[in-house]
């Protein structure tokens, strides 16, 4: 599968892709509205910060307790429940009058349930789309990711304007629902891919088996990592260049919308294991100019040729699932969702912790060098091997030796 319209014409992608689309719009929307109704409550910078973006920590806590529901439960029902879930929960904060605490356990709760939707998202595509296709159409899903975020703040600046935040909650909830009847009118029913009930001993058990194949341990740790501290360097934009931040900022989008095109639509196979490693290196080194405390122009293509290098994550997820077997796609997919968000905020952490005691410049060259140290350090065990199989290792010999496939 090369061709945008082969993606399309496939059954149920389209359905898929309003489904995650029509979410990510009403996420935008509710979290703007959320994190300035926090603030007009009580002034409080760190509140409104974590009313926005501290639900996605709680996935730390869903990736260990209940990863295992993104392939133990049928995906149409999952997706639906989730989108149900997240619609209810941002009508429910919309509530006037309602106690910070209250507010603070909804979001706790809704960023548990969302801990499993990655797997549940990007199991049900692979499952959708024909074998080689997963690149193609996760690079657009990402491209979708960036479009509708834009969009999202746009249309949710407005509504918090014209209608009050409450008002933009409820229309983010209303969104949340319409994606919800998408998901469930468009998606056929499938059964589970994996037997059993959900559990956090399943979940615990599925992680450590995915975590103990050395080629899947690496992947994994490419994924988390650099990323996560290249997130911690544009974490520093606006400490950077108050005046420029927005612009740093809208260039990272359009050089990451760069590689996922790039990637998902271009590139040939047989350039993929070659590129790999060149586009891992690409993510960080650029950002090694800003030692030299850059201009705007500089600064901004520095920061576009390097966010092309995120690309190379859409070449690692399909080694990981190359190296899993089917029944665990969604788990082995929620596992590197978890982790990315939990990196991102952890390389963000770090990189202003850096800055507090040095300056922003210098605290974005540090953790350029530091990405760029643990992808040489992970390289040799990302080298491709002839004949890669998809085995999770189990101590008593329980699972399974099946769906065998070349990387």
Same mark, same amino acid.
């Given at each position: 599968?090369?061709?945008?319209?082969?993606? +399309?014409?496939?059954?149920?992608?389209?359905?898929?892709?309003?489904?995650?689309?029509?979410?990510?719009?009403?996420?935008?929307?509710?979290?703007?509205?959320?994190?300035?109704?926090?603030?007009?409550?009580?002034?409080?910078?760190?509140?409104?910060?974590?009313?926005?973006?501290?639900?996605?920590?709680?996935?730390?806590?869903?990736?260990?307790?209940?990863?295992?529901?993104?392939?133990?439960?049928?995906?149409?029902?999952?997706?639906?429940?989730?989108?149900?879930?997240?619609?209810?929960?941002?009508?429910?904060?919309?509530?006037? *009058?309602?106690?910070? !605490?209250?507010?603070?356990?909804?979001?706790?709760?809704? /960023?548990?349930?969302?801990?499993? /939707?990655?797997?549940?998202?990007?199991?049900?595509?692979?499952?959708?789309?024909?074998? /080689?296709?997963?690149?193609?159409?996760?690079?657009?899903?990402?491209?979708?990711?960036?479009?509708?975020?834009?969009?999202?703040?746009?249309?949710? *600046?407005?509504?918090?304007?014209?209608?009050? #935040?409450?008002?933009?909650?409820?229309?983010?909830?209303?969104?949340?629902?319409?994606?919800?009847?998408?998901?469930?009118?468009?998606?056929?029913?499938?059964? #589970?891919?994996?037997?059993?009930? #959900?559990?956090? &001993?399943?979940? !615990?058990?599925?992680?450590?088996?995915? $975590? @103990?194949?050395?080629?899947?341990?690496?992947?994994?740790?490419?994924? !988390?990592?650099?990323?996560?501290?290249?997130?911690?360097?544009?974490?520093?934009?606006?400490?950077? =260049?108050?005046?420029?931040?927005?612009?740093?900022?809208? +260039?990272?989008?359009?050089?990451?919308?760069? /590689?996922?095109?790039?990637?998902?639509?271009?590139?040939?196979?047989? $350039?993929?294991?070659?590129?790999?490693?060149?586009?891992?290196?690409?993510?960080?080194?650029?950002?090694?100019?800003?030692?030299?405390?850059?201009?705007?122009?500089?600064?901004? &293509?520095?920061?576009?040729?390097? @966010?092309?290098?995120?690309? &190379?994550?859409?070449?690692?997820?399909?080694?990981?699932?190359?190296?899993? #077997?089917?029944?665990?796609?969604?788990?082995?997919?929620?596992?590197?969702?978890?982790?990315?968000?939990?990196?991102?905020?952890?390389?963000?952490?770090?990189?202003?912790?850096?800055?507090?005691?040095?300056?922003? =410049?210098?605290?974005?060259?540090?953790?350029?060098?530091?990405?760029?140290?643990?992808?040489?350090?992970?390289?040799?065990?990302?080298?491709?091997?002839?004949?890669?199989?998809?085995?999770?290792?189990?101590?008593?010999?329980?699972?399974?030796?099946?769906?065998?496939?070349? &990387?």
């Amino acid at each position: 599968m090369r061709t945008y319209r082969e993606l +399309f014409r496939t059954p149920e992608f389209t359905p898929l892709f309003v489904t995650c689309s029509v979410q990510v719009a009403a996420s935008t929307v509710s979290g703007l509205a959320l994190g300035t109704l926090v603030y007009a409550a009580t002034g409080s910078p760190l509140l409104s910060a974590l009313s926005m973006f501290g639900p996605s920590l709680a996935q730390v806590v869903g990736a260990t307790l209940l990863l295992s529901a993104s392939d133990r439960l049928p995906p149409r029902a999952a997706m639906t429940g989730l989108s149900l879930a997240f619609a209810l929960g941002t009508a429910a904060v919309a509530i006037p *009058g309602l106690p910070m !605490w209250t507010i603070f356990t909804i979001l706790l709760a809704l /960023g548990l349930v969302a801990s499993v /939707g990655g797997g549940v998202r990007y199991g049900l595509l692979n499952e959708i789309l024909p074998k /080689g296709g997963y690149l193609l159409g996760r690079s657009v899903l990402n491209m979708t990711v960036g479009a509708m975020q834009i969009c999202g703040f746009a249309v949710g *600046g407005v509504l918090v304007t014209a209608l009050s #935040p409450r008002g933009a909650l409820l229309t983010g909830a209303a969104l949340g629902l319409g994606a919800a009847v998408v998901a469930l009118a468009g998606l056929r029913r499938r059964p #589970p891919r994996a037997a059993g009930r #959900p559990s956090a &001993a399943e979940t !615990w058990r599925t992680n450590a088996r995915l $975590w @103990s194949d050395p080629a899947r341990r690496s992947i994994y740790l490419a994924l !988390w990592v650099p990323n996560g501290l290249i997130v911690g360097c544009e974490s520093l934009f606006v400490p950077f =260049a108050p005046r420029h931040a927005g612009l740093l900022f809208a +260039f990272a989008a359009f050089g990451m919308l760069i /590689g996922d095109t790039l990637a998902g639509r271009f590139l040939p196979r047989r $350039w993929r294991d070659r590129l790999g490693p060149l586009l891992r290196l690409l993510l960080a080194a650029p950002y090694l100019i800003f030692f030299l405390h850059p201009g705007p122009v500089l600064a901004v &293509a520095a920061v576009t040729v390097a @966010s092309v290098g995120y690309a &190379a994550s859409l070449l690692l997820q399909e080694r990981l699932i190359a190296l899993t #077997p089917e029944d665990a796609h969604g788990q082995a997919l929620g596992l590197h969702s978890s982790g990315m968000m939990v990196m991102q905020g952890v390389g963000a952490a770090v990189a202003g912790a850096v800055a507090q005691q040095t300056s922003a =410049a210098t605290a974005m060259t540090v953790i350029a060098v530091a990405s760029i140290a643990v992808t040489l350090s992970l390289a040799p065990g990302l080298r491709p091997r002839p004949a890669q199989e998809p085995v999770l290792r189990v101590p008593h010999g329980d699972l399974d030796d099946q769906a065998r496939s070349s &990387a």
